[in-house]
């Protein structure tokens, strides 16, 4: 384990500081969630509570326990944060608009080629783990996805 300096105690102080506010965040957003009816005894809130409890933990552990700290990305490895970090929130914004399978090739795609792969590969990764994850949502778990409103007219 990298040793602890006061640099590398700050910085996982921040991080814990904004896993804590996500937290928070996904806590308060979770207690809003209504529903009139669940077969679920638990209900909708349950999973989104429970993770946020854990991840308030474990921020609050990484505050008071911070492990040592790489340097800041600096060149193309930063470029390629900073689009990996843009291309999951336009990811996220056109979802409803497009649906889950293009947005999620998109994501997945553009992931697949920061870490490497070429554009055709990255192209194929995309579009077959999007099938699969559609799939394993969708039919194995159940989930609602959105199908898009950008082409069904609707």
């Known amino acids: 384990m990298a040793q602890a300096t006061p640099t590398t105690n700050r910085s996982g102080r921040i991080a814990a500081a904004i896993l804590l506010a996500i937290a928070i965040g996904l806590g308060a957003a979770a207690t809003q969630i209504d529903y009139a009816f669940s077969s679920d005894p638990l209900g909708p809130k349950a999973v989104p509570l429970i993770l946020s409890g854990l991840l308030a933990l474990f921020a609050l552990y990484y505050w008071f326990r911070p492990g040592g700290a790489e340097a800041f990305p600096q060149g193309p490895l930063l470029l390629r944060s900073f689009v990996f970090i843009a291309t999951c929130f336009v990811a996220v914004a056109l979802l409803d608009l497009v649906g889950f399978l293009p947005a999620m090739t998109v994501l997945i795609g553009v992931t697949a ?19 699969f994850w559609f799939a394993c949502f969708k039919y194995a778990l159940g989930t609602y996805l959105p199908m898009g409103t950008l082409f069904s007219g609707g």
């Open 113 to 131: 080629y920061l870490f490497g792969a070429t554009p055709q590969g990255a192209a194929v990764i995309g579009v077959v783990q999007a099938a």
